[in-house]
């Protein structure tokens, strides 16, 4: 709250009692006028001014400016030279300051607060009482947040990687957006001085984008720079698990039917099978659920088929076992027309032969890499890919035992990498 006078009477700003202001204002002389104790404070609310309000720390680094409206009111050259504190000289005109605009309605008021909606937003003569809300309508937030986990585990050499998408009818307007982000170091399951808090900025919209996080738990606090839009994430970054029991034998996009993406897919040990989400995406980058699928207590092989909106290009599975640790499949676009998937790769685990049946619009070329559980490129080549369905055999029978990580990338524009884990056996 911004108050103007050192005692705002009930019921302005709370309607059980007078509220005494002590802001300490002329401790070190540091506002260009003598604050006004009577009439109006800080603001004429309705009027043609535009008074600013700028809140500095002792270098003169901004905390917080407000004002009523743009452009701001000319100021002055202000010394700062109250007994025990450092002199400071500063003028608001040279300091390129970014406001965060009230915007408040015609008439008069002596304090304003932030709504309590997580927007931007400022009420003017707020009531608020203990927890009480202010005496302004309820609202919704207009800037919406989805978390995803790009890379849900540290293994193999590259660490958890999240993405905080940001949705807002003008992205512009909250960007650079900041975040502080809490690692529990000591994982005693809170968030105490004991842990370990990063602060960043992120100016490039629409989404906050943060990788090399190691296992652990993770609370995410992100809001625009102007300290509005708030909103937190717990997330978790999984240690490196085994190859899980489970296999994906397949996975494609299968065409159009009744003017909706087919997609087909199959399991096999399926024995430790938990739960099958298939995910959707218009870009590629932030997915949603589309399906879930609970299979718990069955065997053998399953297969799946399922048609999804045509609106949406890019797929993948989420395969969940029951012990709550999870892989993703290889994303699969629709588009075949610029694009390449995965029919099926197989066996796992493996002994000589890795055989895979891989599909392309066109003919391209595919480059591929095999990493050792530690991140080492054990093995490197190229495959030449016609138009269709193609099959081909990598020999592994010089790999020793162990974890690996299938890497496959083609030539073609917009297409997704491939990656596969697998087992030598």
Known sequence: MIAGQDII???????????????????????????????????????????????????????DAVIRDLPAEPSSNIKTNAAGCATQFFDLDNMNINYEVLGMSAGRGNS???????????????????????????????????????????????KGIIEIGVQHSNLASIFPMNYTLAYDLNNDGAFTFADQYTYGIDSTPPSIY?????????????GSVKGCYLRTFQFTILPCYPVLPV?????????????QHQIDWSLSKVENLKTVILEKSIDGRQFEVSKSYTEQGISGVKSYSSLENISFNYFRLKIINLDNSFFYSPVIKTDKSNSFFV????????????????????????YYTIHSNN??????????????????T???????????????????SNSQPISFRFVKQ
């Open 9 to 63: 009477p009930a019921p302005c700003a709370n309607i059980d009692s007078t509220i005494h202001v002590d802001l300490n204002w002329n401790t070190c002389g540091c506002t260009s006028d003598i604050i006004p104790n009577t009439g109006d404070g800080f603001f004429t609310d309705g009027g043609s001014a535009n008074e600013q309000v700028v809140l500095l720390d002792p270098d003169l680094n901004v905390v």
């Open 112 to 158: 304003f607060a932030r709504k309590l909606d997580g927007d931007c937003g400022w009420v003017k003569d707020p009531q608020q009482s203990a927890n009480a809300t202010n005496n302004t309508p309820s609202e919704t937030s207009d800037v919406n947040y989805t978390l995803n986990i790009i890379q849900a585990m540290d293994c193999n050499g590259t």
């Open 210 to 222: 943060i990788s090399n996080l190691p296992a652990g738990t993770y609370r995410i606090t992100v």
């Open 247 to 259: 296999k994906l034998n397949r996975f494609r996009y299968a065409g159009i039917t009744s003017n």
């Open 343 to 366: 029919d099926k790769i197989g066996p796992n685990p493996a002994k000589n032969f890795i055989h895979m049946e891989l599909g392309s619009a066109q003919p391209a070329i595919y």
């Open 375 to 392: 991140g080492a490129e054990v093995q490197r080549d190229q495959l030449r890919l016609r138009t269709g369905i193609n099959v081909t």
């Open 394 to 412: 990598l020999s592994i029978d010089k790999l020793a035992a162990g974890i690996y990580q299938l890497n496959l990338y083609s030539t073609l």
